[in-house]
């Protein structure tokens, strides 16, 4: 598995300046996972809304947000490490002004390609099948844009994904590496990419399906 010397940092300073990097707009694996919601401003605030680090618990640094809670995986050297629908539940509630307008950060590392499928970050509670997917290592959002782009993970080794959702557009881009993989509409009601119930899960298939596979989150920041 590739470390963390390997990986884009977590730190939040590194994150912005990648942001920069990306022009995003004003809008997200035995693995290694970055994950951040920035905000929808040209730069997130100085500090994130929530900053989970993961040393050895799963509490919110700012002591703002309830801690992530665990499906069934452990905490590993500053790493949650789970197996297939395994992952995490993230409750956004009272954090995030809006959850239309967002950016994820996921660096990532799969220990295997298969299934075909593997969900990454589902927006609905695990109930129904939309949601960011890796796709024979490319990324896709199931029903928006099934996959594509030029960007292609590989097993073992890390790899960064950036979605980010403008809510005044309506439109959902993905990163790979910071590479623009594509750009979907999502106004259509009711829109994919937003969650109506307040919370997110990751690396976890809807209805506990055969979608998923094993691996590890090392820190989750958010900006609101």
């Given amino acids: 598995m590739s470390r963390s010397d390997q990986s884009p ?55 703002v947000g309830a801690p992530l809670d665990p499906h069934g995986g452990t905490l590993v050297d500053s790493r949650y490490i789970f197996g297939p629908n395994q992952g995490l539940g993230l409750d956004l509630a009272g954090t995030l002004v809006d959850t239309a307008d967002y950016t994820i950060v996921v660096t990532m590392e799969y220990d295997s390609l298969s299934p075909t499928w593997k969900k990454v970050i589902d ?41 980010t959702r403008d809510g005044a557009t309506d439109t959902v881009k993905a990163y790979l590496d910071g590479v623009l993989q594509w750009s979907a509409f999502d106004g259509a009601p009711p829109p994919q990419a937003v969650s109506s119930i307040g919370s997110l899960i990751f690396f976890e298939d809807d209805n506990a399906g055969s979608e998923a596979q094993a691996g590890s989150v090392e820190c989750i920041a958010i900006y609101d």
């Fill in 123 to 163: 927006f609905e509670g695990g109930i129904a099948d939309p949601g960011v997917y890796m796709v024979d290592g490319r990324v896709a959002f199931w029903t928006l844009f099934t996959r594509g782009g030029p960007g292609l993970a590989t097993a073992n080794t890390d790899v960064q994904l950036v979605l």
């Fill in 9 to 63: 940092s977590c730190d939040l300073g590194a994150l912005r300046t990648h942001r920069r990097q990306l022009t995003l707009p004003s809008k997200g694996a035995a693995l290694f996972v970055c994950l951040l919601l920035l905000g929808a401003a040209a730069l997130p605030a100085q500090t994130p809304v929530l900053n989970y680090q993961l040393d050895g618990n799963y509490l919110d640094d700012q002591g």
